[in-house]
């Protein structure tokens, strides 16, 4: 039962422009989401994070939104650029479930020169 | 800056033979995890370690797999006997107690033949 979900498999943006990655999610019980980036052949590095007490998180060229009615949540990145291209996972904590995290199967972003 | 590391970073074997994955955490790190992530698929939990003790490996086959984590620093993960379905990349991740962001080995690849 995938509790994190990420529709788009694949992502393809041109340089500069904006890229959007979506989450979607089944359990209200979650409280803390967390985008993590992969390159091939390395592990997952974190990104940006967000906790389910806000609707917005900034980190430079990062922002992440947080729509919890809908149980959604969105990655942005501007301006997009090559080196961005990578999987990106969107992950959650579920409250009093300890500190393991469930994942989403990722989205393959391509950011084109 | 400090990073978790992981060995061997690729292993092919036989089925049915025994195969071992060794993690070392970043240090200060007393919550280790062990996940499994199929091609095409998110990282899955196997096994969650605080200090020595086991915390949560409700997801670990346990017929056939094991962790350790003896001196509450690096862990070893080991399946005997290794299955063709066991194919998949092993990540290890770290972070302090109470902490969310979780930080990732490069992982080992395991192809079972």
């Known amino acids: 039962d995938q509790q994190v979900k990420q529709n788009s498999p694949s992502l393809s943006v041109q340089e500069g422009r904006i890229s959007i990655l979506n989450c979607d999610y089944t359990n209200s019980m979650f409280d803390y989401f967390l985008w993590y980036k992969k390159y091939p052949a390395e592990g997952p590095t974190f990104l940006i994070s967000i906790s389910s007490i806000k609707d917005k998180n900034e980190d430079g060229r990062f922002t992440v939104f947080l729509n919890k009615s809908a149980k959604h949540l969105s990655l942005h990145i501007v301006p997009s650029q090559p080196g961005d291209s990578a999987v990106y996972f969107c992950?959650?904590?579920?409250?009093?479930?300890?500190?393991?995290?469930?994942f989403g199967k990722g989205t393959s972003l391509l950011v084109t020169p | 800056e400090a990073e978790v590391a992981q060995s061997p970073r690729y292993k092919i074997t036989e089925k049915s033979q025994a195969v071992a994955f060794w993690c070392d955490p970043i240090?200060?790190?007393?919550?280790l995890y062990w996940y499994r992530q199929i091609l095409g698929q998110g990282p899955e939990l196997l096994v969650q370690?605080?200090?020595?003790?086991?915390?949560?490996d409700s997801q670990l086959p346990k017929d056939r797999f094991s962790a350790e984590r003896l001196k509450g620093v690096d862990s070893t993960l080991k399946i005997q006997p290794a299955e063709l379905g066991d194919s998949a990349m092993y990540l290890c991740a770290s972070t302090w107690t109470g902490a969310y962001e979780q930080y990732f080995g490069p992982g080992t690849r395991l192809t079972v033949t």
């Open positions: 992950a959650a904590k579920a409250l009093n479930s300890g500190y393991a995290l469930n």
């Open positions: 370690f605080q200090d020595e003790s086991v915390v949560d």
């Open positions: 240090s200060g790190h007393a919550t």
